[in-house]
C-alpha cells in the first residue's frame, strides 16, 4: 500500500470519525485508538529513525498526540455546533465561531511549540522537522477533506 493511499486512508477515518471524537464513549475511544494508530504508521513509514532515536522519540510523540487529541475534539465540537446552525447563523454566533477555531489554532500552536523543543532533545533538527512535516501535511490533508464538507456561512 502506497503511502498516498495510506494518508488517504487516515484522512478519511479522521473525518468520517470527526463526529464521533466529540463523544466520550467506548466506541469513541477506540476510534481515537484507531486514527492514532494509522497516524502512528505514517510516521513509522516516513520517518528513518535508529534504534536510539525510536526509543527517545515514542514515548514524546505519545504525550504529543494525547495533548493534541483534545484540541481535534474541540474542533469536532465545533464544527458539530456550526453544522446544527449554519442555516441561520446569526453575526453573534459566527464571532463566537470564529473566537472560538482562533483559541483553539493558538492552543495548538502553543503545543506544538512546547514539543518542539522537546523533540529537538532527543532527534537531529532536520528530522523533528521533518516529523512537523509529516504533521503539517496529515493536518492539511484532513483540514481540506472537511473543507470540502462543511458548507459557507449565508
Known amino acids: 500500500m502506497s503511502i498516498k493511499t495510506k494518508v488517504t486512508a487516515l484522512i478519511i477515518c479522521l473525518v468520517l470519525g470527526l463526529p464521533m471524537l466529540a463523544l466520550s464513549n467506548e466506541a469513541g475511544e477506540l476510534r481515537k485508538q484507531i486514527i492514532f494508530a494509522q497516524k502512528k504508521l505514517v510516521v513509522i513509514e516516513n520517518?528513518?529513525?535508529?534504534?536510539?532515536?525510536?526509543?527517545?522519540?515514542?514515548?514524546?510523540?505519545?504525550?504529543?498526540?494525547?495533548?493534541?487529541?483534545?484540541?481535534?475534539?474541540?474542533?469536532?465540537?465545533?464544527?458539530?455546533?456550526?453544522?446544527?446552525?449554519?442555516?441561520?447563523?446569526?453575526?453573534?454566533?459566527?464571532?463566537?465561531?470564529?473566537?472560538e477555531y482562533l483559541?483553539?489554532?493558538d492552543s495548538r500552536q502553543k503545543v506544538v511549540r512546547k514539543y518542539f523543543k522537546q523533540f529537538k532533545k532527543i532527534l537531529p533538527a532536520k528530522k523533528v522537522f521533518r516529523y512537523l512535516q509529516i504533521e503539517n501535511k496529515l493536518a492539511a490533508a484532513g483540514r481540506y477533506e472537511l473543507a470540502q464538507e462543511i458548507p459557507l456561512a449565508k
Not at 529513525?49 to 498526540?65: D, N
Open 47 to 99: 520517518m528513518e529513525f535508529t534504534e536510539e532515536e525510536k526509543t527517545a522519540f515514542w514515548p514524546v510523540y505519545q504525550k504529543f498526540q494525547e495533548e493534541l487529541f483534545p484540541l481535534t475534539q474541540r474542533t469536532a465540537e465545533l464544527i458539530l455546533a456550526y453544522a446544527s446552525v449554519f442555516q441561520s447563523l446569526t453575526d453573534d454566533q459566527a464571532a463566537i465561531i470564529v473566537e
Open 103 to 105: 483559541t483553539i489554532q
